[in-house]
C-alpha cells in the first residue's frame, strides 16, 4: 500500500498542474474490489483511474480474481497502471 503522505504528494503536484485529483481508500469492503472499484469510479465520474498493478499466480488470480485485471478488462474510463 502507498503511503498516505506520497499519496497527497501526487496530489499537490497534480494540483499544480491543474489536475484535479482525490485519493479513494476504502478499507472496509466486502466482497470482490474490482466490482467495488467500477462502482467508486461511476460514483465519482472519474476521467481518469490510476492505480497500481500487480499480479498474482494464475490459480490465485482465478480463485480470488484481481483487480488490475477487472480494471484493465471492464473499466469504463482510461486506466493509468505503474507497477
Known sequence: MVQKAARDDVCRWL?????????????DVRGPAGPHSRHVN???EAGLIVCGAY??????????????????M???VPCLTAH
Open 15 to 27: 494540483a499544480r498542474h491543474g489536475v484535479r485529483s482525490e485519493v479513494r481508500s476504502d478499507p
Open 42 to 44: 461511476e460514483e465519482s
Open 55 to 72: 499480479g498474482r499466480s494464475r490459480m490465485r488470480e482465478f480463485i480470488f480474481g484481481g483487480v488490475t485485471r477487472e480494471l484493465l
Open 74 to 76: 471492464n473499466a469504463a
